[in-house]
């Protein structure tokens, strides 16, 4: 791997671990009874922009050498099941939380009154900011069992 | 009419379709090869294609709500009933991909 694309993978694992904590603390932020806007805005919009350089740092990564260089080696280990299953639901199942992370901030940044005035909107928007986490999580657990299998077979 | 909930509910109604939209994609180019070679000649790579595809459907729902707006909105109530649709479409999906690759892996 060149220097360029391990940045490039650097990157990818650095801002989609800054967006999962992001939606982690929008989940925290809208569980307190005092509601603080200024910090679920900040969080909201992290996400976001996390969310997404991520999705094209990691995208850029999978289509250009992971393809040709890491999948065959998890393939012929003992752990086929690592990419056959882990990476397969990884990448797909990523593709949903830009989306939620895109209507998360929106709600946030521009029902204010409504979130303070309709428990039942906030209800709705933690239990999507829980969604957005705990599938960011996996993500994450799934992504240090792909590297795990790559640096047994290559290490 | 509340401009704000309504436009917000209309890119709810995206993230749901768009989120649908990539399960179904996900499933059906793994069972029918001429989709995933669809998908990689229009975009060089079949994950590619399937989260153009998800932006297309997003922006064309979200926007399509946003222009063709009803005048009667139901303000909040609509918003907290699109996350909700939200909330379980895509733990829906999550369980749909998952399981489809672990079966396709045992069969």
């Given at each position: 791997m060149n220097p360029a694309l391990k940045i490039n993978l650097i990157v990818h694992i650095v801002v989609g671990l800054i967006a999962v904590a992001a939606f982690y603390a929008v989940l925290v932020n809208l569980l307190k009874?005092?509601?603080n806007f200024f910090s679920l805005r900040f969080f909201s919009l992290a996400g976001v922009i996390g969310i997404f350089l991520s999705w094209f740092t990691g995208g850029y990564y999978y289509a250009v050498y992971y393809g040709q260089a890491v999948k065959p080696i998890i393939k012929k280990s003992g752990y086929p099941w690592i990419h056959d299953v882990l990476m397969e639901a990884k990448e797909h199942v990523f593709l949903f939380l830009p989306f939620l992370a895109i209507v998360l901030a929106l709600a946030i940044w521009f029902l204010e009154s409504e979130i303070l005035a309709d428990e039942k909107l906030k209800r709705y928007l933690i239990l999507t900011a829980g969604a957005a986490f705990v599938l960011g999580l996996f993500i994450v657990l799934m992504g240090m069992a792909i590297s795990g299998a790559a640096n047994i077979k290559s290490g | 009419m509340n401009k704000k909930t309504t436009i917000i509910k209309a890119f709810i109604r995206g993230a749901v379709a768009a989120v649908l939209t990539i399960t179904l994609l996900t499933v059906a180019a793994d069972l029918y090869g001429p989709l995933k070679d669809l998908l990689k000649q229009l975009f060089s790579h079949h994950w590619i294609g399937k989260g153009a595809a998800a932006i297309f459907v997003f922006l064309a729902v979200g926007f399509g709500g946003w222009i063709f707006?009803?005048?009667a909105g139901d303000g909040s109530a609509g918003v907290a009933r699109g996350l909700k649709i939200l909330f379980w479409s895509t733990i829906f999906s999550a369980i749909v991909v998952f399981g489809f690759f672990v079966w396709e892996f045992l069969r």
């Open positions: 009874s005092r509601l | 707006r009803r005048e």
